[in-house]
């Protein structure tokens, strides 16, 4: 294959695990690996949980000027802000999915590309928020905020997280994309993920898949993983990623500048 785009996720990948605040930034050697992919004439784009404002953050420090997937592929976004994909979920199953952590007495998130709304305060929505570059609200109502929903959320625990998953995916089959991370279970449209993201911007970019790499390390970058020619995973990347990954990359906080710069070569 020749490699004619590669596609980043942020939070585990470009930042490195354990630096996902909004103070944290690309390391350096990442940075000097995709300036070399950008003047080789290799896009490079990135794939991401994060809203817009936390998305386009790091974009500019890596001085990237391509379109941003957010919000798991919920959204995509040109540098300035303007979005020119978006994939709402259906309202009613969202409403379902609010209910269903209401009858369970755990906390619930309800949001579009540019609002966060959450039941209550909590470390899980603090940090998205920090990640995010956005203020998140807290309402127990967000089915009447007026906001029309790319998705919902449960906030559980690494506990319950699975079983909420696998019940959620038992309900409602092929009518959600029902993402299992391990503080909370997020509910989009069977079409927003990030590979489908990724191939609506290689279509405009006439770029085929098979000249795609990509890399990420989350049940959020699997869709990715699998649609791109080359799907490489970090080495700490969870099942998901894993699995929908051609190879795994060494360990390490190197090992991503290092693959990068082999790109290049």
Same mark, same amino acid.
């Given at each position: 294959?020749?490699?004619?785009?590669?596609?980043? +996720?942020?939070?585990? *990948?470009?930042?490195?695990?354990?630096?996902?605040?909004?103070?944290?930034?690309?390391?350096?050697?990442?940075?000097?690996?995709?300036?070399?992919? *950008?003047?080789?004439?290799?896009?490079?784009?990135?794939?991401? $949980?994060?809203?817009?404002?936390? *998305?386009?953050? =790091?974009?500019?420090?890596?001085?990237?000027?391509?379109?941003?997937?957010?919000?798991? $592929?919920?959204? =995509?976004?040109?540098?300035?802000?303007?979005? =020119?994909?978006?994939?709402?979920?259906?309202?009613?199953?969202?409403?379902?999915?609010?209910?269903?952590?209401?009858?369970?007495?755990?906390?619930?998130?309800?949001?579009?590309?540019?609002?966060?709304?959450?039941?209550?305060?909590?470390?899980?929505?603090?940090?998205? $928020?920090?990640?995010?570059?956005?203020?998140?609200?807290?309402?127990?109502?967000?089915?009447?905020?007026?906001?029309?929903?790319?998705?919902?959320?449960?906030?559980?625990?690494?506990?319950?997280?699975?079983?909420?998953?696998?019940?959620?995916?038992?309900?409602?089959?092929?009518?959600?994309?029902?993402?299992?991370?391990?503080?909370? *279970?997020?509910?989009?449209?069977?079409?927003?993920?990030?590979?489908?993201?990724?191939?609506?911007?290689?279509?405009?970019?006439?770029?085929?898949?098979? +000249?795609?790499?990509?890399?990420? +390390?989350?049940?959020?970058?699997?869709?990715?993983?699998?649609?791109?020619?080359?799907?490489?995973?970090?080495?700490?990347?969870?099942?998901?990623?894993?699995?929908?990954?051609?190879?795994?990359?060494?360990?390490?906080?190197?090992?991503?500048?290092?693959?990068?710069?082999?790109?290049?070569?």
């Amino acid at each position: 294959m020749g490699v004619k785009l590669v596609a980043l +996720d942020i939070d585990g *990948t470009v930042i490195p695990p354990g630096h996902g605040g909004s103070d944290h930034s690309p390391p350096a050697a990442v940075r000097e690996a995709v300036r070399k992919l *950008t003047a080789a004439g290799i896009p490079v784009v990135l794939a991401s $949980g994060r809203m817009f404002p936390g *998305t386009v953050r =790091v974009a500019r420090e890596l001085r990237l000027i391509t379109p941003l997937v957010c919000q798991q $592929g919920c959204s =995509v976004h040109r540098i300035d802000g303007e979005m =020119v994909h978006v994939f709402p979920i259906e309202r009613r199953l969202a409403v379902d999915i609010i209910n269903f952590a209401r009858e369970r007495g755990l906390d619930y998130e309800w949001f579009n590309p540019v609002r966060y709304i959450a039941s209550r305060p909590s470390a899980a929505t603090r940090r998205y $928020g920090e990640v995010s570059g956005i203020e998140p609200e807290y309402r127990p109502d967000p089915e009447f905020s007026g906001v029309v929903p790319t998705g919902a959320g449960i906030i559980s625990d690494a506990e319950q997280a699975g079983g909420i998953h696998r019940e959620l995916v038992g309900r409602y089959g092929e009518r959600l994309h029902v993402l299992d991370f391990p503080e909370v *279970t997020v509910a989009v449209a069977p079409e927003a993920n990030k590979g489908h993201a990724l191939s609506l911007i290689c279509a405009d970019y006439g770029i085929d898949r098979d +000249d795609v790499v990509a890399v990420g +390390d989350s049940v959020n970058d699997a869709a990715m993983l699998a649609w791109a020619g080359l799907g490489a995973a970090m080495a700490h990347a969870d099942p998901y990623a894993r699995d929908a990954a051609d190879l795994i990359l060494e360990p390490g906080e190197d090992a991503l500048a290092a693959f990068l710069e082999s790109l290049v070569r």
